[in-house]
């Protein structure tokens, strides 16, 4: 089974500063996706990015970075430049191989809050 | 928006009821997903649902039931339900059977039982 783990509840950061999300998983799977999705107090949960575990490079969309280390098997999340927008809760999550591939297997989430 | 359309939005109902969650995935998407987020249990997999038919199957209730219909929208159908229902409940869409791509979520069902 899927497991994944997100160590910090919350965490703090100056606007227009960089932070790091931390996430391990555990996974027997070869082949696994890798996730992370922004759930603002609206309640919506909204995509960000996407790693997999073939993938060499590690993956970049705009301000968001996935730090993918697979013999540690952490997959954290980089924001740079950080923006009050950027408050929310921040959830990392995985895809599971065999015939649950597709199913995603989510993190208690970090709440972050950026500050003035 | 991320093109999915759940409705309806807050649902507010009495224990022992039946309701019905209705989502629509993103034009051209096969696959959905129902999700459920509560205080104590976090985001958990429900069921999924490929091109009709039953995909994978989660940690989901026997009060509990899902289908997709032939125009690929999909129902979740809670009967008998209790307080510990409370949730939030998201449908996601994607493209492929499997995984290695992203999901689109839509804006979730708000469900109080009372």
């Known amino acids: 089974a899927q497991k994944i783990t997100q160590t910090q509840p919350g965490m703090f950061v100056q606007e227009k500063e960089a932070v790091t999300l931390d996430c391990t998983y555990d996974?027997?799977?070869?082949?696994?996706?890798l996730f992370w999705y922004k759930q603002p107090s609206s309640g919506e949960m909204i995509f960000l990015i996407y790693?997999?575990?073939?993938?060499?490079q590690n993956a970049t969309e705009g301000r968001y970075s996935l730090n993918f280390q697979k013999a540690r098997k952490s997959a954290n999340l980089v924001i740079s430049a950080s923006q009050l927008g950027d408050s929310a809760m921040y959830f990392c999550?995985?895809?599971?191989?065999?015939?649950?591939?597709?199913?995603?297997?989510f993190g208690q989430g970090t709440i972050l809050t950026v500050h003035p | 928006d991320s093109g999915v359309t759940q409705t309806p939005k807050h649902l507010i109902t009495a224990t022992g009821q039946r309701v019905t969650l209705r989502c629509s995935p993103r034009?051209?998407?096969?696959?959905v997903y129902w999700y459920q987020q509560s205080l104590d249990q976090g985001l958990q997999f429900l069921i999924q649902?490929?091109?009709?038919?039953?995909?994978a199957k989660g940690n989901i209730l026997e009060r509990f039931s899902a289908q997709q219909f032939p125009d690929l929208h999909s129902e979740l159908n809670l009967s008998s339900l209790e307080l510990g229902d409370s949730a939030l409940y998201f449908c996601?869409?994607?493209?492929?059977?499997?995984?290695?791509?992203?999901?689109?979520f839509g804006q979730g069902t708000r469900l109080t039982v009372v």
């Open positions: 996974t027997s799977d070869p082949s696994y996706g």
């Open positions: 649902y490929y091109n009709g038919e039953e995909r």
């Open positions: 034009s051209g998407d096969l696959s």
């Open positions: 996601a869409s994607s493209q492929s059977k499997g995984g290695n791509t992203e999901a689109f």
């Open positions: 999550a995985s895809d599971a191989g065999g015939t649950s591939y597709g199913k995603l297997t």
């Open positions: 790693q997999g575990s073939y993938d060499q």
